[in-house]
């Protein structure tokens, strides 16, 4: 069973930054596509950026490419998204998920999922 810890949100700033993690409990990171999503109030849930660990990856919503990267520590089977200079559109609810592995993480079928953190940005 997988299960997905997320920590670090909280608020911030327009133009601030922010990491957030995901805890990834049970399986090894490199046998999932792990991937960030948001969803803001009266919006739908969208992607942000995934890794399946491949040369192509991460992937990047465009709204966020050149601000958000995606990293792992394998050692502490965790990955972030470190989130710079910071809007207040990017205020939303991220949360972390994983699939079985996917080539590509933006088409996965996300079966697992944490809880979320909440991301503020104050403009």
């Known amino acids: 069973q997988v299960q997905l810890e997320e920590s670090g949100g909280g608020s911030v700033q327009a133009g601030g930054s922010l990491r957030v993690s995901c805890r990834v409990l049970?399986?090894?990171?490199?046998?999932?596509?792990i991937s960030w999503f948001r969803q803001a109030p009266g919006k739908e849930r969208e992607f942000v950026t995934g890794?399946?660990?491949?040369?192509?990856?991460?992937r990047y919503v465009d709204t966020v490419k050149g601000r958000f990267t995606f990293s792992r520590d394998s050692a502490e089977n965790t990955v972030f998204l470190q989130m710079n200079n910071l809007k207040s559109e990017d205020t939303a609810l991220y949360t972390c998920?994983?699939?079985?592995?996917?080539?590509?993480?933006?088409?996965?079928?996300?079966?697992?999922w944490g809880l979320g953190t909440q991301v503020t940005v104050s403009s």
């Open positions: 998920a994983a699939a079985h592995w996917t080539l590509d993480p933006r088409s996965a079928d996300y079966k697992f």
């Open positions: 049970g399986v090894p990171l490199g046998y999932y596509t």
């Open positions: 890794s399946s660990w491949t040369a192509e990856d991460p």
